[in-house]
């Protein structure tokens, strides 16, 4: 699936394959020449390598988003796997970050009785799963006792 759009400044394209869990985003002078490629994961995460271009179509400069994570994106596949996440599950968010205090992964997904969600957060250099949690959904009863705050 290809989406193309475009501004003032620049054209938009995004190229999502059938059998990828990624999508490509690549952003084009409008003169046409490429200007920026990576790989993100929908509204996530990105991964692999950006690849920034100047208007004569040189490369300058490279940012490998994956580099700090050697827990990689397979490793996580796998983790899935071992706890039965489905890569369907209409809640599933993944994600990972990257700061002065380390990398990490987070897995977010439906319990199976659907009152709420699990969520585990992944050390992204051992893999070490260094918190389990999971989060109840508001029981309806408790929106309906709250005080109406229109009237005040």
Known sequence: I???SDDNYEYYET???KDSFFQTINRYYK???????VKDFP?????GI???????????KETDYDAPYKFTWEDVLELM??????LTDPELEIGRGNSKKGT????????????GLNVINVNG????????????????EEYNTLPNMENE
């Open 125 to 140: 250099i051992t893999g070490e799963i260094t918190r389990k949690s999971e989060l109840d959904y508001p029981i309806e």
């Open 50 to 60: 950006k690849k920034e271009y100047n208007e004569q179509g040189k490369l300058i």
């Open 81 to 86: 796997n071992k706890y039965k996440i489905s």
């Open 2 to 4: 290809i989406k193309q």
């Open 104 to 115: 990490s992964w987070y897995i977010v997904w439906d319990k199976l009785d659907k009152s």
């Open 43 to 47: 509204n996530n995460f990105l991964a």
């Open 31 to 37: 003169s046409g020449r490429l200007k920026m490629t």
């Open 15 to 17: 190229v999502k394959h």
